[in-house]
């Protein structure tokens, strides 16, 4: 099979196009011939060195396609089936990936292979960190921080979906905030305007920035609120948050990391997939796939994503390209 390998870190030209053995599914999990593969600010971190990489690699976490073959104790399934699916060992830049069974889904009806490729990681992160760390329940307010983009958004909908009352963005130019208004959001801010976010007004905050965006996370947390850590898309140094200030004001700050937590509750995974499916295909949850681009196009898919340029998500056709 070909796949985007990764071969250095100097530039987003360090994915090149090669020859690879095709993966085998093992016991449990499941192999896919890609059509879509999902582009994340995750890839691009990777591509760039700004998190653990090394030769070899191919990124991509979430992918959509037909199911190629599958492994033992699997029959949940059948060959040539569409399916979307979250990889956890990344890989998903290349024409076929082997995913955990747990981590597969069908793809309802009236959803688009191109969109279903899409939906599985953001969505699935927003669902299961509201419904787990940060204890949300209906009726409370949310900030979200870089609100439209991938990640963001996909909180902002899950949400709505799930019974929030207000729920504001934080983003990065006015074009920006214009977008906001037309997801849905009740108000935005400014990044460069944090200071302007009022104190103690927010139940939940999600936070996939980092730094000076944390800081202000706290700040605007009520007493009962909790910051959820989600990322670090400004890729700035850890910032310090004073224990006595979450003892005395009563507020939480929560870490969730979708892909360590999959790997200790499968089963959630599972269940928030299909509901993230079945919820887009209805038209519960908006997902925007703002561009879908040719496997030459992946380094300024990535350079784009880098520069925080983009909303909605992204996606790279691969099986148009590599299907013979």
Not at 74 to 85: C, H, I, L
Not at 137 to 150: I, K, P, Q, R, T
Not at 250 to 256: D, Q
Request: charged share 15%; net charge negative.
């Amino acid at each position: 099979m070909r796949a985007l390998v990764l071969t250095h870190h100097q530039s987003f030209d360090g994915l090149v196009l090669s020859e690879l053995a095709a993966p085998q599914p093992g016991a449990g999990q499941v192999s896919i011939d890609v059509e879509y593969a999902g582009v994340g600010l995750i890839d691009a971190l990777w591509v760039n060195g700004a998190m653990p990489s090394g030769p070899g690699f191919v990124p991509g976490l979430e992918v959509s396609g037909t199911v190629r073959s599958l492994g033992e104790g699997v029959g949940n399934f059948d060959v040539g089936q569409q399916v979307a699916a979250i990889l956890p060992a990344a890989g998903g830049f290349a024409d076929v990936a082997c995913a955990p069974a747990a981590l597969v889904s069908p793809i309802p009806a009236g959803l688009g292979v191109d969109l279903a490729a899409v939906v599985s990681v953001n969505t699935v992160t927003a669902h299961l960190a509201l419904t787990t760390v940060a204890r949300f329940s209906a009726g409370e307010s949310l900030l979200v921080h870089a609100g439209v983009g991938g990640l963001g958004s996909q909180f902002a909908q899950v949400a709505r979906a799930l019974g929030a009352g207000r729920v504001d963005a934080v983003v990065g130019t006015s074009a920006k905030q214009n977008i906001a208004r037309e997801l849905g959001y009740d108000h935005s801010y400014l990044r460069s305007e944090l200071e302007s976010i009022p104190s103690s007004t927010y139940d939940i905050v999600v936070d996939p920035v980092g730094g000076a965006a944390t800081e202000a996370g706290f700040r605007v947390l009520r007493g009962g609120g909790r910051l959820v850590r989600v990322g670090n898309a400004s890729q700035a140094p850890d910032v310090a948050l004073s224990s006595m200030a979450h003892w005395i004001e009563n507020k939480t700050t929560a870490g969730f990391n979708v892909g360590a937590w999959l790997a200790e509750h499968p089963g959630q995974g599972t269940t928030s997939l299909k509901w993230a499916l079945e919820a887009t295909a209805q038209g519960l949850i908006r997902v925007d796939l703002t561009r879908v681009g040719e496997v030459d196009q992946i380094s300024d898919l990535l350079a784009t994503l880098e520069r925080g340029e983009t909303t909605g998500k992204l996606a790279v056709r691969m099986g148009a390209t590599f299907k013979e």
